[in-house]
């Protein structure tokens, strides 16, 4: 469902049935295990075993005898200086690309086996084993940050990789009313349907030629290059289909470069593709956060003022996922019109899988944060969810607007989403319903879940590269610097293409993932996809017109002023003379016989980022006497600017919220006390299914930026965002008449059941614990230097 409306005229803002997918229903299109290379090699990774720990030695005779083994090859032999992968922290944190001398986590590689077939690879890296002399393995992100802690990476002194100190004070506990709250947004699998996996050859022209599974390929491109310490003009990186990326799949990682190197010094194809439970295991995990929350706020529930400090875990080698937590600060304010503002980061390394990037990265732990406090000040003044927000947004009449942690909102519309949410929810009826079944004491709990967000997307703005080409036989080619992994980018670019020229959509095909063919490209995260390479495209098909104009003019002899585009016929021609009209076809084999291309192209530059918002609410059934929750129902109005096509912005909303319900409900990945991973497989780790999910309700409210010509803002991760903290608000408040106040995530059935039962014995904690000690000890250290401050934008 959408208030959307078709633009009259035009093909932008209608449903348009998706072009890219007959592909992919009837596997014609290739994923990185169909490319079947020639004479391949398979590279299969032997991985540690043991979470931190001094590497003796590493046996490898026995899986080098194997036959079908080419080779085992280990750190020593691979002979690859430790670098850094996507974003950068520190030198000292460097990761070599097979473990050298030390392991930090379980399922780091230590070796790799180059086989004849897949199997006998599996089967040799059995064989290898690894003399390591364990050391003290930390599991725990704040046992990491205490002054005893031993540093996982001595040079660097301690095990915080990233801390923040805000130069902002603000002490809610002068305030008429002060909420407080320990909150866990626990660490999560990004779990692709693809797992990671890549392939590499030596192209004809002697180039490492790498297949990647990869959301951005010309900054893979770029890293790789880093890294093996070779020209970018040696290296071609193509990217085929990718079965989902949802963050996870961003930059540089240690097996493509073993596997680029080993390509080249064994002169044949090298193909990695690994199992479920490796990916489980080496794929960046992330979110994994504690928060402690302040919230001043008057007699009327009005917010004062907040502060905040977070623990956050990096894992074993601090990347993109140690810059995260600045993503969260400034999205710290939400929707709300909060005066002062106080926000401190301290970010630890553990002897866990590294951190990166998941849907939302970021700004699904702000909203997270600040809709707990929310709902949790409306349960202790007594105010309803919906009137405490009301009472605090953000008026329309303030925007373009400036936060107090220093981003610029674009345009927002806070409270009609609310109200659309309120009204499709039918939500004085379903609070009635919630009160019938607690007057009757029924055991079937009813739980309605609000949450209200914003985010940024395309971080800070930025630069896309879009272009046009029109074919003799009619048809188009677009190319961008986005990668489209199941976004929709053909279809949506083609639209805006169509637009201009009349050329059918399902005539329209793009390019992407291949640095050769695309110069340059950002890549695809932070759901800049639209908004960015959208407007390139835009662009260049402007530019391209202008030089149809220009061709067709000279071809029928007219003054340029008079070429017009007929779009319904899709022809070129002289106004008011449509027997003389061309079609692109003719006009691009006329242009093509005098050495001339029917082509444009364009590089946009937005200023800024964008800021989509909504409200969510959940619906859903407590069993008092399991602490099972059912999701009932739930309702998402999400506001991304114009909507260019509905169908995909519903597709996104709906995968959005599974993500987001799947949070909530059910994912956590866990480690024992030794740092071995309890979660590493598809039967441990409770990833979201259909069959845990009630049909969405989804709506699309629109109001357009002013950033970009299509006044497109993005839509890929909003719906996580908002659905997390409305499902587990739902179920907090399901519980709340029993004094319940707070569930950290997952709402497990266990953890449910276990909250009713101190409720009913008069046992609950208090949601507030003291934050550690390691925020006073940073702030006196920065009394007399400058603080050390995490990138608050990142490209996810």
């Given at each position: 469902m959408t208030d959307a409306a078709a633009r009259p005229g035009s093909i932008l803002g209608t449903r348009v049935t998706r072009t890219e997918d007959p592909s992919l229903l009837t596997g014609a299109a290739q994923y990185v295990d169909d490319l079947g290379l020639t004479n391949p090699l398979h590279a299969v990774f032997a991985r540690s075993d043991v979470a931190h720990g001094t590497i003796n030695s590493i046996g490898i005779a026995e899986a080098t005898a194997l036959p079908g083994v080419v080779a085992v090859v280990t750190a020593a032999d691979l002979g690859i200086a430790p670098h850094h992968g996507f974003a950068p922290v520190h030198d000292d944190f460097k990761r070599p690309p097979l473990a050298d001398g030390t392991v930090r986590f379980v399922g780091e590689p230590i070796a790799v086996v180059l086989a004849e077939t897949a199997a006998i690879g599996e089967d040799a890296a059995q064989l290898i084993w690894a003399d390591i002399d364990p050391l003290p393995a930390i599991i725990d992100m704040e046992a990491a940050l205490t002054a005893a802690a031993r540093p996982i990476f001595p040079a660097h002194g301690d095990n915080q990789a990233i801390r923040t100190v805000g130069s902002d004070r603000s002490d809610p506990s002068g305030a008429e009313h002060v909420v407080r709250g320990r909150?866990?947004?626990?660490?999560?699998?990004?779990?692709?349907?693809?797992?990671?996996?890549a392939a590499a050859k030596m192209d004809d022209r002697g180039r490492i030629k790498l297949y990647a599974s990869t959301q951005m390929p010309h900054a893979l491109h770029d890293q790789l290059a880093g890294a093996l310490g070779i020209a970018k003009d040696e290296i071609h990186v193509v990217t085929p289909q990718v079965g989902g990326g949802f963050g996870g799949k961003a930059g540089l990682m240690a097996e493509h470069v073993v596997i680029s190197a080993l390509t080249k010094r064994f002169a044949r194809p090298v193909v990695w593709v690994p199992p479920r439970s490796d990916d489980m295991k080496s794929l960046l995990h992330s979110r994994g956060q504690i928060q402690y929350a302040e919230l001043g706020c008057d007699a009327d529930g009005r917010f004062t003022n907040l502060r905040v400090r977070i623990v956050n875990d990096a894992g074993a080698y601090p990347n993109i996922g140690a810059h995260l937590p600045g993503l969260s600060r400034n999205m710290a304010q939400g929707t709300y019109?909060?005066?002062?503002?106080?926000?401190?980061?301290?970010?630890?390394?553990?002897?866990?899988?590294?951190?990166?990037?998941?849907?939302?990265?970021?700004?699904?732990?702000?909203?997270?944060?600040?809709?707990?406090?929310t709902d949790q000040a409306a349960l202790e003044l007594g105010i309803d969810p919906l009137e405490i927000r009301r009472r605090n947004?953000?008026?329309?009449?303030?925007?373009?607007?400036?936060?107090?942690?220093?981003?610029?909102?674009?345009?927002?519309?806070?409270?009609?989403?609310?109200?659309?949410?309120?009204?499709?929810?039918?939500?004085?009826?379903?609070?009635?319903?919630?009160?019938?079944?607690?007057?009757?004491?029924?055991?079937?709990?009813?739980?309605?879940?609000?949450?209200?967000?914003?985010?940024?997307?395309?971080g800070r703005g930025g630069t896309e590269f879009g272009a046009v080409e029109v074919h003799d036989d009619g048809s188009a080619t677009m190319f961008a610097g986005t990668l489209s992994h199941g976004q929709g980018?053909?279809?949506?670019?083609?639209?805006?293409?169509?637009?201009?020229?009349?050329?059918?959509?399902d005539r329209i095909t793009l390019v992407d993932g291949d640095t050769d063919r695309v110069r340059t490209g950002g890549g695809t995260g932070g759901s800049r996809s639209l908004q960015l390479a959208g407007s390139a495209v835009h662009g260049a098909t402007e530019v391209m017109?202008?030089?149809?104009?220009?061709?067709?003019?000279?071809?029928?002899?007219?003054?340029?002023?008079?070429?017009?585009?007929?779009?319904?016929?899709?022809?070129?021609?002289?106004?008011?003379?449509?027997?003389?009209?061309?079609?692109?076809?003719?006009?691009?084999?006329?242009?093509?016989?005098?050495?001339?291309?029917?082509?444009?192209?364009?590089?946009?530059?937005?200023?800024?980022?964008?800021?989509?918002?909504?409200?969510?609410?959940?619906?859903?059934?407590?069993d008092s006497g399991t602490g099972k929750v059912t999701l009932l129902r739930h309702i998402?109005?999400?506001?991304?600017?114009?909507?260019?096509?509905?169908?995909?912005?519903?597709?996104?909303?709906?995968?959005g919220i599974a993500a987001g319900v799947g949070q909530a409900l059910f994912e956590e990945v866990l480690f024992d006390g030794d740092g071995n991973p309890v979660t590493s497989n598809l039967a441990e780790y409770a990833i979201v299914s259909a069959a845990e999910l009630p049909s969405f309700e989804v709506v699309s409210t629109e109001t357009p930026t002013p950033l970009n010509p299509l006044g497109a803002k993005g839509i890929g991760e909003a719906a996580t965002i908002g659905a997390t903290p409305a499902v587990q608000n739902a179920v907090i408040d399901a519980v709340a008449h029993l004094g319940v106040r707070h569930i950290d995530l997952p709402c497990t059935p266990e953890r449910v059941w276990t909250t009713i039962e101190h409720a009913r014995s008069g046992t609950l904690p208090d949601p507030w614990i003291e934050p550690p000690d390691i925020f006073a000890r940073n702030r006196a250290e920065v009394d007399a230097e400058q603080p050390e401050t995490a990138p608050d934008d990142v490209a996810i």
């Open positions: 909150y866990i947004n626990q660490r999560v699998a990004v779990v692709p349907i693809e797992p990671d996996r019109a909060i005066p002062e503002l106080e926000f401190d980061i301290a970010v630890a390394v553990t002897n866990t899988t590294p951190m990166g990037a998941y849907r939302g990265a970021g700004r699904p732990e702000a909203t997270a944060l600040i809709e707990r406090l947004f953000l008026g329309e009449d303030v925007f373009p607007f400036k936060t107090i942690a220093g981003p610029t909102y674009d345009t927002g519309r806070y409270a009609v989403a609310l109200e659309r949410a309120a009204e499709v929810a039918d939500y004085h009826s379903l609070r009635a319903e919630q009160a019938e079944r607690r007057a009757r004491g029924d055991e079937m709990l009813l739980g309605i879940g609000v949450a209200s967000y914003v985010e940024v997307t395309s980018h053909q279809t949506a670019y083609a639209m805006l293409v169509s637009d201009q020229t009349g050329i059918p959509v017109v202008d030089k149809a104009k220009q061709l067709a003019a000279r071809f029928l002899e007219a003054d340029v002023a008079d070429i017009v585009v007929d779009r319904a016929s899709g022809t070129i021609g002289v106004a008011g003379v449509p027997a003389q009209a061309i079609t692109w076809g003719d006009l691009a084999g006329r242009a093509a016989a005098e050495g001339e291309q029917l082509n444009g192209e364009l590089d946009f530059v937005q200023e800024s980022g964008t800021f989509p918002f909504g409200t969510h609410i959940a619906v859903v059934e407590v998402a109005v999400d506001d991304c600017g114009t909507v260019l096509n509905p169908l995909i912005v519903e597709g996104q909303q709906h995968g």
